[in-house]
């Protein structure tokens, strides 16, 4: 019985199941009580029948008891149905409707098992046989309705046969006991048929399932491809075998001026007077793959453009090419800006690389033959690691250096027909034709070039007595791809580039699609962060942080984004992006100027000291200081008041300018805490030569505090505190059983839901009034 409900217990469990498992469970439950009046009738029948048979041979008080008891039972099941259906898919799901069914079974197999404990009588061997047989019936009915769930026809089978069958077992008689091992052979027989058609069952319902999303799916892909289609900014145009116009979006009706009537159905091999048009067409449907380029002159308006188009032939299973696909290209505004650079330098005045403009002449010329022969190359985009902070501390003269050397080391690599360039800052990009062999060989062989390219760029740079190392992250793709240009293959490559810093920088990534989804989507975010800082998006709000009294000691500055569209957004996300795109020192200033006017609306006496986060770039800014103690003096507020908080980052690559701003700060009268104390660099070393006030416990090991690891870490850091006569503050204290740990060790400080959460300026000054006001009435 424990093991059936074990296995019951593990297929009702949703904890971890994947959806198609979650549909599969709710079938299988639904199917059992949608089944459910079936057996129950059959079963009030088949009682009814066995009492009529046995009325003459068992007491009738005991029949009708019996009957009464099991009528209960099926009543009891069919309302446990209706109860059941009534439910929302959502509630059917739960695990107790499938352990309420089981119990039913299980009760309304033990009615009938009781009937063959009681009705049981060698003396009477036809009245036997009915018994036997209705219980065989039953049995063998359950088969076929509870096997949906295995488990729930044992849970019938096993207490409806095994009473009779031991009854005759116990006689000892040749013939009771062949009986016995009949209905023994019958029980297991019933057990593995409804096991295997518990399997069937289980089975087709994933089919279905499976089925049914497969064509979700497939909906969904045609949805998404018409969706790419019509928002394409490239006029994409279908035609048949016979050169006419299937399908076209809505750019390509902007691009050339017509209406979709006048687009859709028109024979372009016979209806265009345009003959390069209708050769490029040709070579699509004959070829695979046509081109034109030039002035066209629209029929509908008959206006002249610029237009660029491919022409790529669509093949069916066979091979054999059953129309075209079109991608037209309106570039009026591409020539004009060709025309306005035409003399502008080709190449980077700094390193003497090719710009950007003729990387993409080369790159095109490239991918074109390429498209012809059937070669295949690759496009390379690198960017030096860390690149800003390196040309923020040590200066603009250094940082061109360095880019001037890692252009020679990339030159050096170069074969002929190459080509390397800058685009802009640390952005370079290596053009390699001529890949030989499959697209396998050319993957890998590019991968061995980016290889190449790392190691190369990777090794110390001795510039100005300085040895400094820095790595590139590189992404590349392959070429040709569809008719994507040049300028699509850069994007790519640059998808793929940032999708190797996201992985952790000095790493080397090829381009999927999938990629560019979210890269569209980090840009838009940036953009809208940048607007964030104009138009007032931004909020701090504050986390008070109290005593082992519970008394506000101070508060921590928590910056918030309100996205006018999204609502708030979570500071993991758009922290992170405003460090890569430089825009966290901005935010950083703005916090400092809110945190300052909070400091002047409240009194000393009320929030002594609030804590603010500063980055690690904001605070290697050469200017950082001065800034502060600028901001300071035009709020007119005690330095005493602030306090900031850095993690260890800022430690690791400049330890001696670090620590030179902290004494800087301190001879202010600005506090210093290490934020996240435990996470990161986590020197014993340096704590000793730091001014610090304040240590914070990070809230990942305060969560965790039950685990023995977790609790000796925080008595560690508290003791370390401790020694070096440092405050200490616990982040994240949610239950009173983390608090209680903390009391116990010795914490003083504390943060987090448990007292408080963040709150905006309103939000703190009230709670500080009411503080205030319960001081005054406790004396």
Known sequence: MSAFLRRLEAIAESDGMSKQQRIVRREQIRMLYDGLWQPVLASLIGALLLVMALWSVIGHSVLLAWLAAHSVISLLRLWLAIRF???????????????????GAFAGGLAWGIAG????????????????????????????????????????????IAPLMIQYALVSSPVALFIAATMALFL???????????????????L?????????????????????????????????????????????????????????????????????????????????????????????????????????????????????????????ERKQAEATIHYQAYYDPLTDLPNRRLLLDRLSQTLSQSRRDGGLGAVLFLDLDRFKSVNDSLGHALGDRLLCDAAKRLTSLLRGGDIAARLSGDEFVVMVADLQGSREQAEHAARTVAVRIMDAL??????????????????????????????????????????????GRARICGYLPSMQAEVERRVALEQDLRRALEQDQLLLFYQPQVDASGAIVGAEALLRWEHPQH????????????????????????????????????????????????????????????????????????????????????????????????????????????????TGYSSLSYLKRLPLDELKIDRSFVQDIVDPNDAAIVQTIIAISRHLKLDIVAEGVETAEQLAFLHANDCTRFQGYWFYRPMP???????????????????
């Open 458 to 503: 990777s090794a110390p740079y001795v510039l100005s007595g300085r040895t400094l190392k820095v790595t590139p992250s590189i992404g590349y793709v392959l070429f040709p791809r569809a008719e994507e240009t040049a300028v699509d293959l850069l994007k790519h490559a640059d998808t793929a580039m940032y999708q190797a810093k996201a992985a």
């Open 85 to 103: 259906h009534r439910q929302t898919p959502t509630e059917q799901v739960r695990r107790c409707w499938l352990g309420w069914f089981a119990l």
């Open 188 to 206: 297991a027989l019933t057990l593995v048929v409804s096991r295997r058609l518990s399997l069937i069952i289980e089975d087709n319902i994933r």
């Open 567 to 678: 609502g708030m957004i979570s500071p993991e996300e758009f922290i992170p992006l405003a460090e890569e795109s430089g825009l966290i020192v901005e935010l950083d200033e703005w916090v400092l100027d809110e945190a300052c006017r909070c400091l002047q609306q409240i009194d000393a006496r009320d929030l002594p000291r609030l804590s603010i986060n500063i980055s690690p770039r904001h605070f290697n800014q050469p200017d950082f200081v001065s800034h502060v103690e600028a901001l300071i003096h035009k709020a007119g507020i005690a330095p005493e008041r602030l306090l900031f908080e850095v993690t260890e980052g800022v430690l690791i690559d400049h330890l001696l300018e670090a620590v030179a701003i902290m004494h800087a700060l301190k001879r202010v009268g600005v506090g210093i805490a290490i934020d996240d104390f435990g």
């Open 208 to 332: 279905r399932v499976e089925v049914t999303e497969r064509e979700a799916s497939q909906r969904e892909s045609e949805n998404r491809y018409r969706t790419i289609f019509q928002s394409s900014p490239l006029g994409l145009l279908h035609f048949d075998h016979n050169g006419v116009v299937v399908e076209c979006n809505d750019k390509l009706l902007e691009i050339m001026g017509a209406p979709r009537e006048k687009m859709v159905g028109l024979d372009i091999l016979r209806e265009l007077p345009d003959e390069r048009v209708k050769q490029a067409v040709g070579h699509a449907l004959s070829e695979g793959f046509g081109y034109y380029e030039g002035d066209y002159v629209s029929m509908n308006s008959g206006k002249t453009m610029p237009l660029r188009a491919f022409f790529n032939g669509v093949r069916n299973a066979d091979g054999d090419i059953v129309g075209g696909v079109t991608v037209i290209e309106d570039f009026t």
């Open 117 to 160: 404990l009681l009705f049981f009588s060698m003396e009477h061997y036809e009245y036997q046989a009915a018994l036997a047989i209705i219980l065989a019936g039953m049995g063998a009915g359950a088969v076929t309705t509870l096997s949906s769930v295995w488990g729930v026809a044992a849970l019938f089978l096993i207490p409806t």
């Open 761 to 779: 300026l309103e939000g703190l000054t009230e709670a500080l009034s009411v503080q205030r006001s319960a001081s005054r009435e406790s004396r």
